[in-house]
């Protein structure tokens, strides 16, 4: 069971503290590895507070031994109430930077606190000096996790990092996404007009479009997270990004699908029309934004499969 930080003495407060600063150097060496390849420069900074905590350490070390000596009670955050635990998210194929600034942030004002209530408790002179130079020190640090992309990182710099989180972006999120919503908005129009045209009810071609849209769905979303764990292409968490394919196949479905809710046939068919004309721009917009897929050819492309799948749909229903 978790100690209360009131029960502990000026012996355990400062083994706690050589425990905290080494745990946080080590995250923070963790940090930089992560982070070298796409953000080297932030990666940097971290690499500097990691060997900052580490003196930390040293000089925490040098205060115990001089008043309790060599044996150093092991007691580690897990071990006292009230301090956050930090679940292992650099362990992942890919750290987010604002995941990361945020976390470092959260450490350092936990840290500071942590120092500002071990001095109240502590009556040695040195050791409260010590303490209390630490808590600026960490003050500081919390300052410089908050504002990172601001502090020894250049102009070129800044725009490579900026760059690196664009790719991130587009591989984790764009290509999942619109992989989702051409697969929903395309495959589901020859099942929803064949629905539409061999029945003349708008009931019926609801839920024809409903159950293609739910199925593709879930079917693209598991196909996209089995395909790939992310640890070497860099595409992040295969179930995020499943989720992300999964949930645009089933929005790229159920946009065309859904004006069958009208009970007027002709109404529900001329609105799918339109909306499968906007879900189709959206794609080719998306396509020339985020995959420097030239706009015109971008919508050529894509509205053409889309009229040829929307073509053979009702050719198959009306047949």
């Given at each position: 069971?978790?100690?209360?930080?009131?029960?502990?003495?000026?012996?355990?407060?400062?083994?706690?503290?050589?425990?905290?600063?080494?745990?946080?150097?080590?995250?923070?060496g963790e940090?930089?590895?992560?982070?070298?390849?796409?953000?080297?420069?932030?990666?940097?900074?971290?690499?500097?507070?990691?060997?900052?905590?580490?003196?930390?350490?040293?000089?925490?070390?040098?205060?115990?031994?001089?008043?309790?000596?060599?044996?150093?009670?092991?007691?580690?955050?897990?071990?006292?109430?009230?301090?956050?635990?930090?679940?292992?998210?650099?362990?992942?194929?890919?750290?987010?930077?604002?995941?990361?600034?945020?976390?470092?942030?959260?450490?350092?004002?936990?840290?500071?606190?942590?120092?500002?209530?071990?001095?109240?408790?502590?009556?040695?002179?040195?050791?409260?000096?010590?303490?209390?130079?630490?808590?600026?020190?960490?003050?500081?640090?919390?300052?410089?996790?908050?504002?990172?992309?601001?502090?020894?990182?250049?102009?070129?710099?800044?725009?490579?990092?900026?760059?690196?989180?664009?790719?991130?972006?587009?591989l984790q999120?764009?290509?999942?996404?619109?992989?989702?919503?051409?697969?929903?908005?395309?495959?589901?129009?020859?099942?929803?007009?064949?629905?539409?045209?061999?029945?003349?009810?708008?009931?019926?071609?609801?839920?024809?479009?409903?159950?293609?849209?739910?199925?593709?769905?879930?079917?693209?979303?598991?196909?996209?997270?089995l395909s790939?764990?992310?640890?070497?292409?860099?595409?992040?968490?295969?179930?995020?990004?499943?989720?992300?394919?999964?949930?645009?196949?089933?929005?790229?479905?159920?946009?065309?699908?859904?004006?069958?809710?009208?009970?007027?046939?002709?109404?529900?068919?001329?609105?799918?029309?339109?909306?499968?004309?906007?879900?189709?721009?959206?794609?080719?917009?998306?396509?020339?934004?985020?995959?420097?897929?030239?706009?015109?050819?971008?919508?050529?492309?894509?509205?053409?499969?889309?009229?040829?799948?929307?073509?053979?749909?009702?050719?198959?229903?009306?047949?």
């Amino acid at each position: 069971m978790p100690l209360s930080f009131k029960d502990l003495g000026e012996r355990e407060i400062l083994a706690l503290a050589v425990s905290l600063e080494e745990e946080d150097g080590r995250i923070y060496g963790e940090f930089a590895e992560g982070l070298k390849k796409n953000f080297p420069a932030t990666a940097r900074i971290f690499e500097q507070m990691r060997d900052e905590e580490s003196e930390h350490r040293r000089r925490l070390l040098d205060q115990y031994k001089s008043r309790f000596g060599d044996h150093l009670p092991l007691i580690r955050r897990s071990d006292v109430k009230g301090f956050t635990q930090h679940k292992p998210f650099w362990l992942g194929a890919t750290l987010s930077l604002h995941k990361v600034r945020n976390a470092a942030a959260v450490m350092e004002m936990e840290t500071t606190r942590f120092y500002e209530a071990a001095m109240q408790r502590t009556t040695d002179v040195g050791t409260r000096k010590l303490l209390g130079d630490l808590a600026e020190i960490e003050r500081e640090h919390t300052h410089l996790a908050e504002s990172l992309e601001d502090k020894g990182i250049s102009p070129n710099e800044r725009k490579e990092e900026e760059e690196a989180k664009r790719r991130l972006f587009v591989l984790q999120i764009v290509q999942p996404g619109l992989a989702g919503l051409m697969d929903g908005s395309v495959s589901t129009l020859a099942p929803l007009f064949a629905a539409a045209f061999a029945t003349h009810d708008t009931k019926q071609t609801l839920l024809v479009g409903l159950a293609a849209s739910v199925g593709a769905g879930i079917s693209m979303g598991f196909a996209e997270a089995l395909s790939d764990d992310g640890a070497l292409s860099g595409r992040g968490h295969p179930w995020a990004r499943g989720g992300i394919c999964g949930l645009m196949t089933a929005i790229g479905g159920l946009g065309h699908s859904l004006p069958f809710i009208a009970r007027s046939f002709h109404f529900a068919f001329v609105l799918a029309v339109m909306v499968v004309v906007v879900e189709l721009l959206v794609i080719a917009w998306v396509r020339h934004r985020y995959m420097d897929t030239p706009l015109l050819s971008a919508a050529f492309q894509v509205v053409v499969g889309g009229v040829l799948v929307f073509i053979a749909g009702i050719l198959i229903g009306a047949s």
